[in-house]
């Protein structure tokens, strides 16, 4: 017995529906208490490391420092985001 093809493709379509209804509905990852380091900060940004040190020192961007280490803090890093990337192609005055 042959099964109507129309019914194959519409229990298709239903569990593509729930799923992407999960994903819609899943909760995103909190990522407000990361500290990330100048690499992982350059990583993120797609710029170089020394651009993240320049930035931590004209006071773009605040950063704790511990010992040698420099720690930027997730809401630090993407709340100056948008100044930065506003500055990367900005020519000092």
Known sequence: ???NPFETIQSELK???GLVTQLL???EKDLSNNIYTIK????LLHVDS???RNH???GNIKASFIGRRILI???ELFDSLNEVKSLKYKRQA
């Open 1 to 3: 017995m042959m099964q």
């Open 15 to 17: 569990e593509l529906k």
């Open 50 to 52: 020394q651009t993240i």
């Open 73 to 75: 803090n997730h809401e």
């Open 25 to 27: 509905t899943k909760p």
């Open 56 to 58: 931590i020192e004209r």
């Open 40 to 43: 992982e900060a350059a990583e």
